[in-house]
């Protein structure tokens, strides 16, 4: 049973950072992309980041590139975002997510992925 658990969030002030964490357990994730996203009240969850497990390569939306990083420790079975330079509009519950057959073309879309964290709550203050 493939188990994500977020933590990290929190009430900050715009400008400032957070780091998240999703611990991932259940499974090997060989092969498996882990993505972030991110959903406001009243909006639909969108992506954020994601990272592919072997090989470590990253995607961003364009609203985070530059200032958010995404990254996995193998050892600890961790995902992290790394986020800087907070903005009032990045406030929304953060999830965690996995999937193991996943595309270029789909992997941006919510529905794609078939396990998910409960969420951490990130406020940026202005």
């Known amino acids: 049973q493939v188990q994500l658990v977020e933590s990290g969030g929190g009430l900050v002030q715009a400008g400032n950072s957070l780091r998240l964490s999703c611990a991932a357990s259940?499974?090997?994730?060989?092969?498996?992309?882990m993505g972030w996203f991110h959903q406001s009240p009243g909006k639909e969850r969108e992506f954020v980041a994601a990272?592919?497990?072997?090989?470590?390569?990253?995607y961003y939306a364009d609203s985070v590139k530059g200032r958010f990083t995404i990254s996995r420790d193998k050892a600890k079975n961790t995902v992290y975002l790394q986020m800087n330079s907070l903005k009032p509009e990045d406030t929304a519950v953060y999830y965690c997510?996995?999937?193991?057959?996943?595309?270029?073309?789909?992997?941006?879309?919510?529905?794609?992925?078939?396990?998910w964290g409960q969420g951490t709550q990130v406020t940026v203050s202005s």
């Open positions: 997510a996995a999937v193991a057959k996943w595309s270029m073309a789909t992997m941006m879309a919510p529905n794609e992925y078939n396990y």
């Open positions: 259940g499974r090997t994730f060989s092969g498996y992309i």
């Open positions: 990272i592919t497990w072997s090989g470590g390569i990253t």
